[in-house]
């Protein structure tokens, strides 16, 4: 989410969160500690560290990493080694393309993290990337502690959702879902939330789908799709039907292109959809 989200407030338990990574980062200064930090929301997590900036008496180093990462180690290096920081936030997790590789390979050297890097490593995680490195390096995984967790109250995340879905359905250029998990949305809404509010369900499933298209995962992309367009045409909202008609036709339209030989399918299936 971007910073105009308008997350404000910040919920007692996120206070306490906060003082908690403050308290460990200045008990773990200048020697090595591995410091998970669970937070799904962007937004919320800028407002946190405006505040650890702002608060901390640890004076912590950031590195964001781009999503051609594949070493987590060496990326840290490169960032390092001339001067060493008290403590380093370790960002941008949720947007490596190689996000499995790059575990595996941080848990065959996790000696390597121990033995040079004197401060801790504050990791910024979502639940699917935070579910991964349990999976994938649960040796480099066992020396964090439980993670410390920072979310947003239920109103202000369907609040912040209305108006992701609103600048997506417009086409609005601001709209990005970089840092955006919506599975872990979903999660932390529950179930009766989401049955109590259809329209929030069906924006979600549009917005899982644009997903969904550029990772190239046609088929759930159509399904959640789908899923958007039966609620706007119960509801007779001509406009967001097109919209998903279209998207449909587009997602047809890229299985055609890549499956030449047995495409015939898709090409009436993006003529109908159009």
């Known amino acids: 989410m971007a910073e105009s989200d308008g997350l404000e407030n910040i919920l007692p338990d996120n206070e306490r969160s906060l003082q908690t990574l403050a308290r460990t980062l200045k008990l773990t200064q200048r020697r090595f500690s591995l410091i998970l930090v669970r937070?799904?929301?962007?937004?919320?997590?800028?407002?946190?560290?405006?505040?650890?900036?702002?608060e901390c008496t640890v004076e912590f180093a950031e590195l964001v990493l781009p999503s051609s990462t594949t070493?987590?180690?060496?990326?840290?290096?490169?960032q390092v080694e001339n001067q060493p920081p008290a403590a380093l936030m370790i960002l941008g997790?949720?947007?490596?393309?190689?996000?499995?590789?790059?575990?595996?390979?941080?848990?065959?050297?996790?000696?390597?993290?121990?033995?040079?890097?004197?401060?801790?490593?504050?990791?910024w995680v979502t639940d699917r990337i935070l579910h991964r490195l349990g999976r994938l390096a649960?040796?480099?995984?066992?020396?964090?502690?439980?993670?410390?967790?920072?979310?947003?109250?239920?109103?202000?995340?369907?609040?912040s959702l209305r108006q992701k879905a609103e600048q997506a359905f417009t086409g609005d250029a601001d709209f990005t879902l970089d840092g955006y998990d919506l599975k872990a949305v979903q999660q932390d809404l529950g179930s009766e939330q989401q049955e109590s509010d259809p329209e929030l369900q069906a924006s979600l499933a549009f917005m899982l789908g644009l997903l969904d298209?550029?990772?190239?995962?046609?088929?759930?992309?159509?399904?959640?799709?789908?899923?958007?367009?039966?609620f706007w045409q119960q509801n007779n909202n001509l406009e967001r039907q097109g919209i998903l008609l279209l998207n449909i036709a587009l997602a047809y339209y890229?299985?055609?292109?890549?499956?030449?030989?047995?495409?015939?399918?898709y090409w009436e299936e993006t003529r109908n959809y159009l």
């Open 71 to 78: 070493k987590l180690y060496s990326s840290i290096l490169n």
């Open 39 to 54: 937070c799904n929301y962007t937004s919320l997590r800028e407002q946190i560290l405006q505040r650890l900036r702002q």
């Open 138 to 159: 649960p040796d480099f995984n066992s020396w964090a502690s439980p993670p410390i967790q920072f979310t947003i109250a239920p109103d202000d995340m369907v609040n």
């Open 93 to 123: 997790l949720e947007s490596v393309q190689a996000l499995d590789d790059l575990l595996v390979a941080a848990n065959k050297t996790r000696d390597k993290f121990k033995n040079d890097f004197a401060f801790p490593l504050v990791l």
């Open 254 to 265: 890229s299985k055609a292109e890549q499956k030449r030989t047995e495409n015939q399918i």
């Open 213 to 230: 298209y550029r990772k190239n995962r046609l088929d759930l992309a159509i399904a959640h799709y789908q899923q958007s367009l039966t």
